[in-house]
């Protein structure tokens, strides 16, 4: 441990036993973690362990690749996957982020999702991740807004099968897997967007504007014409008192 002080000079050796330190600590968490409840303190340590692993930007050898896995095999078997790399991808139908209570570690928060996984049904499997996908729909806060975003989303996460919690429902407490994890991908939903080939151009909008302003011009001078001609067989020229003077030559036949 005095050697952890320096990393340069930590011979193979010591290497190895730190290694074999730290799997002792995580066999040691991993034991404390309880399935059917909400969680707990004492499952702290596996939990920010799980955080650290997911954060940390070193190779390892030893770390397997996350496998994908259902509901119903996170569900029903929560201590066979318990600390395993999974991989969930489905549609994310709610979300909210919480505060973090206070750590040593600097977590300020998670972002929550309510995710069904694409083998069918309507259980969800809860996702906590640290941070949300760059140019995704922003998510309100549990603790400040008390409300949570609908979403129909579809995603990817990659990360550690925690536990069966027990989470609040609608229709009272409820079970769902939980697996603190980042987001490996997210499919945004298409928008209605008018493709380059298919916008007017601005030649042909100026000459449609120029047709329709000369069609309504040449209707309005029809009509004109049309009431001269009904109105000039009695037009007054002049009008004085007791007389009114017509100019019979404009008379029509």
């Not at 569900?75 to 209570?101: D, T």
């Not at 972002?111 to 969800?124: L, S």
């Not at 995704?136 to 925690?162: C, N, Q, S």
């Not at 380059?196 to 309504?216: F, H, N, Q, S, W």
């Amino acid at each position: 441990l005095e050697a952890t002080s320096d990393p340069a000079s930590i011979t193979r050796e010591q290497r190895e036993h730190l290694e074999q330190l730290q799997r002792t600590l995580d066999e040691r968490a991993l034991g404390q973690i309880q399935d059917n409840t909400v969680l707990r303190p004492a499952e702290n340590d596996a939990w920010f362990r799980f955080w650290e692993r997911l954060q940390s930007n070193e190779p390892s050898s030893t770390t397997p690749s996350p496998q994908a896995a259902s509901y119903v095999q996170l569900f029903s078997q929560p201590s066979e996957y318990r600390g395993r790399l999974v991989k969930v991808r489905g549609q994310a139908r709610l979300a909210y982020h919480v505060r973090a209570p206070k750590n040593p570690f600097g977590l300020d928060g998670y972002y929550v999702f309510a995710v069904i996984p694409e083998e069918g049904g309507d259980n969800p499997v809860i996702v906590y991740c640290l941070e949300a996908p760059p140019g995704f729909p922003d998510i309100k806060d549990r603790d400040v807004d008390r409300e949570t975003t609908p979403l129909r989303e579809t995603m990817e996460f990659e990360g550690f099968f925690f536990k069966r919690w027990v989470y609040a429902s609608r229709g009272g407490p409820n079970l769902a897997p939980l697996v603190l994890a980042r987001v490996s991908a997210w499919t945004p939903r298409p928008t209605l967007v008018m493709a380059a080939d298919e916008t007017p151009k601005r030649g042909t909008m100026i000459a449609v504007l120029v047709t329709l302003a000369a069609l309504a011009a040449g209707f309005s001078w029809h009509v004109y014409r049309r009431s001269q001609w009904k109105h000039s067989d009695i037009h007054p020229r002049s009008a004085s008192k007791g007389h009114v003077s017509f100019n019979l030559g404009e008379v029509q036949p």
